[in-house]
């Protein structure tokens, strides 16, 4: 008779995570996106459009603030209540489905989908962590999306545009 596996006696896991990634821009990256952050504001002043040139000023500010600053680190936990991302707690319950990313050594991430259409797909890095082990626990609780096997368009779009 086959031993059965008894992942309820998983221990928790957890790990930190930084709060955003830092990427190191060139000289080019800077002066390609000074040109279109230009051309963006020439537009919206010739335009009058002043809500979108207040709203290229703040993205502008935004990366500033998070290129001069150091990621806070989050500490991320897997347990069987759910999911704890910092001081933020995800019931299983809230969660539809999860998949895992994993294509060393760029791309190493767990997805998750929230039951609510208004939430954004949530991605946490899972850096040096086992892939194996996590996909384990979380089965025990969520369901996987076998059929996803790639990084939501945007995420792609952030890390080769570096922002």
Do not use: C
Not at 4 to 32: G, L, M
Not at 42 to 66: K, P
Not at 104 to 125: D, E, G, Q
Request: hydrophobic share 45%; no cysteine; proline share 6%.
């Amino acid at each position: 008779m086959p031993e059965e596996k008894h992942y309820d006696k998983i221990e928790p896991i957890s790990w930190f995570f930084p709060e955003h990634e830092k990427y190191e821009r060139s000289r080019r990256w800077y002066v390609i996106a000074a040109i279109i952050t230009a051309g963006f504001f020439l537009y919206a002043a010739l335009s009058a459009n002043w809500l979108f040139a207040l709203i290229i000023i703040m993205v502008v500010m935004v990366m500033f603030i998070n290129h001069h600053r150091l990621p806070r680190q989050i500490e991320f936990i897997i347990d069987h209540e759910g999911v704890k991302i910092g001081e933020k707690q995800y019931q299983y319950n809230e969660i539809k489905i999860f998949w895992l990313v994993y294509n060393p050594p760029a791309n190493k991430k767990i997805f998750f989908v929230f039951k609510s259409s208004i939430r954004p797909i949530l991605s946490v890095p899972i850096d040096k962590e086992n892939p194996i082990n996590i996909r384990a626990f979380l089965r025990q609780h969520l369901a996987e999306d076998l059929e996803q096997e790639a990084e939501p368009f945007s995420e792609a779009m952030g890390r080769i545009l570096k922002i």
